[in-house]
């Protein structure tokens, strides 16, 4: 019952085997952050050596590649991982898709003190409900967990949201660093925002880019560590999630209003990605609101 998406970690003395120094490069699998609160150390990141010291925050994305080629004793640091898919929501409505790709560009930043404050903050206030997550499970107490719940995700958005201010306060830096996949990546996620509803093929949105189907799917994944088709559920999701639980509207409404070709058909890919059908997804978010 605890968020097991985000892995919080205090990162100091031993570092673990697979980030020693010498150690093999390392391919992450997730997507983090690395917030430096004492030392030094110097890393390569998908090849690029960067240099980590006090007050700065280091990004790393799904299939990066990490070496870790010298640090001070006193090295200390806050590492928060984070599955991709978990955070991309947040991200479309914290941000538009050129701060993100320009992220990927330039992944330290050497943070104020204030800015260093702040952020540090934010990790520990989000690992503060975390722990108390932990507990209440532990405890058995559901009402408390359910409003703990609330603030952790809060919590988690305020984070993101400062992560994206601190790396992206000099905008003509960061529209600068977008090379051409990432502007193929991001006329994808406009056109999506736009034709969602009626456009459900990756075929659709590669044409208007006038790109084999083959190399947009290739840019698409390398970019964002997901395929098209992902993307396309997850807007498709998102908005019929809403409409089932917050308005009135029956699955027949719905299905014709996202465009599928029968009520049957979207009943059945709603219960693909959520394990339930459109009516017993609504009974159950209104069941867990009432308890």
């Not at 990141?45 to 870790?68: A, M, Q």
Request: aromatic share 8%; proline share 3%; with cysteine.
């Amino acid at each position: 019952m605890t968020d097991e998406s985000v892995v919080y970690e205090r990162l100091t003395g031993d570092l673990p085997a697979a980030l020693a120094v010498g150690a093999e490069p390392l391919r992450v699998e997730r997507a983090g952050v690395f917030l430096c609160l004492n030392g030094t150390a110097e890393i390569t990141l998908d090849h690029v050596r960067l240099r980590l010291e006090t007050g700065s925050l280091c990004l790393y994305f799904p299939n990066s590649v990490l070496e870790v080629k010298r640090r001070s004793d006193d090295l200390d640091g806050l590492m928060m991982a984070v599955d991709l898919e978990v955070v991309s929501p947040l991200l479309a409505r914290i941000t538009d898709m050129n701060s993100v790709l320009g992220l990927r560009q330039r992944p330290l930043q050497r943070l104020s003190p204030e800015m260093h404050r702040v952020v540090h903050g934010y990790m520990t206030l989000y690992r503060h409900h975390q722990r108390l997550a932990e507990r209440y499970a532990a405890e058995g107490q559901r009402r408390l967990w359910q409003l703990n719940q609330l603030q952790l995700e809060r919590a988690k958005e305020c984070l993101l949201l400062q992560i994206v201010i601190a790396f992206t306060s000099d905008d003509s830096q960061t529209k600068n660093s977008v090379n051409r996949k990432d502007e193929i990546v991001r006329q994808f996620f406009t056109c999506l925002r736009q034709s969602y509803r009626k456009e459900h093929e990756v075929g659709y949105y590669a044409d208007k880019q006038c790109l084999s189907m083959r190399y947009f799917s290739f840019v698409v994944r390398e970019r964002t560590s997901q395929t098209p088709s992902y993307w396309i559920a997850q807007a498709l999701m998102a908005d019929a999630r809403q409409m089932i639980v917050e308005t009135d509207k029956t699955v027949k409404e719905i299905s014709e209003l996202l465009c599928f070709p029968s009520q049957s058909y979207f009943g059945k890919w709603f219960k693909v990605h959520t394990g339930m059908g459109p009516t017993e997804y609504k009974r159950s978010v209104n069941s867990a609101k009432k308890e």
